[in-house]
Structure formats: structure tokens, C-alpha cells
């Protein structure tokens, strides 16, 4: 099993890609700045919900939220309050853990999910090195579809971690979308 | 005398489970696992009925709709999946 253990951690850390990569920013994993960034594009308050996911954040954030926010914010202190917001970001090593442990995919599928893992991966690194010609617009489709995969294998039986996945996508399409981010991960 | 009969009879029996065993599992996880691996290929499949334990990380699953498949991991540790 320890082969496959550590081709999970792989995995978790690859699809995350945050682990190897030290945040730009703060530590909450650069998810969080990622995701704060994008709410405030977005709406201001902010649950970094900017994304679609928002309709399972507790919508009541968005509206109201200037004020909650404002309010909640001074409560918190920086290093917290991304994480607060960002209940979706991804905490790194939870998630390695919780891929590690899950009983809605079976050993054979996290070895399959790995494959296909790594060849995306491998793929990003082709492009990257001039070996493939694609573009990175054509790259998220086999992102997506991957993601998609893991998480309809865990929607059933562990929805929380497809949840949180599903909430990281943009941030992890970040990292493998940035040349430099990517190299520090590969 | 009888204890040898005994003793035989306890051998054949304990063979034939143990080649029983090793022809046929039905562990629903199992299944299920092989399934998605199957669909994770891309190939048809729907619902694995019974698999075959071939080995270690080798089996050979049927499938609801009458394909078989034999999945096993490779030595470069990849999942392979080979319709028979």
C-alpha cells in the first residue's frame, strides 16, 4: 500500500498544486489570495465565492455583506480572515489527507486518477517546452475534464472533498496555467 | 485409519475453498471500484456483475451489458484495461 500511498499524496499534490509551489503571497495556501483577488474583482465582500460555487456559499453573504464583512473583518486577523472567507481554499495538507483516507474511490481508481493526473501534467510540460503545440485554452479542457471526473467519483460518498475540489479548480488552473508557478511544481 | 481419512478429507476441502476463493470474489466495493476504473477509461461497461481475481492488482471483471475486461496494474504502475 505505501506505493499507493504516496501515488495518492502525488496526486493530491499535483491536482492542488499549491503544496510545492511556496505561496506568492501568504500561506494560507495561494488559493486564498487567488480567491480574494477574484472577489474583489467581482463583488467586494466577498466570500472569494466569486465563483459559481457561490450558490452554495450562503448566498446571504453577498448581498448584505459590505457591512457583515466590514464588521467581521476587523475580527479577524489577515492570516485568518483569508481562510475564514476562503472556506472553500483548499488547505493542502487536509485534503492530501482526506484523499489519502476516502472511502468513495477504491485503490485501482486513485491509481487510474494518477495516471491521468500525470499525463496532463506531462502535457503542461510539453507545451511549456515548446514539445507541443497547443494552446493553454485547449489545455483546460482535459483540466476540466479530469477535475470533472474526480469529482463525480466523490460527489456520492464523500461530498464534502468534492466539494472542496470543486471550489479549488480556479485555483489550481492558476498554477498550472503559470509558467512559473508550474515549474516549481513539476 | 480415520484419523488419515479425516485429515485428507480436511486437506481437499480446505483446497477447494481456497480455489474457489481465488476463481471468484464478491466484494461489492470491488466492484464498484472496477467500474470506475473501466468508465475512467472510457470504455463501456455500466455495472460489474462479478470479477475474477487474476493476482495481485489483476482482475477480470464482467460487465453488465456483457463486456469483460481484465484490469491489472502494470509494472510501471499504470492501470491498464484490456477488453477479452
Redesign the interface.
Known sequence: MNPVWRAEAAFVLAIAGCAAAPPVESPPAAIAPATAKQASASAPPSKPASQPADAKAPAKASPAPPKALALAKPQVSPSIAPKAEAAPALDIKSLEEQLKETKAIGVMTKLSLKNQVDDLLQRFRDFYEGRLKTTLAELRQPYELLLMKVIALLQDADAPLASAIHRSREAIWAVLSDRDKFSKLA | MRRRFGMLLLLVLATTLAATAALAADDP??R???A??IA??GLPCGEVVSYVVKGD?DYVASCKDGNRYR?F?NPE???VVQKQ
Request: no cysteine; aromatic share 0%; proline share 0%.
Open positions: 466495493k470491488q464498484q471500484d472496477l470506475a476504473v475512467l477509461q492488482n484490469v496494474v504502475g499504470r492501470v
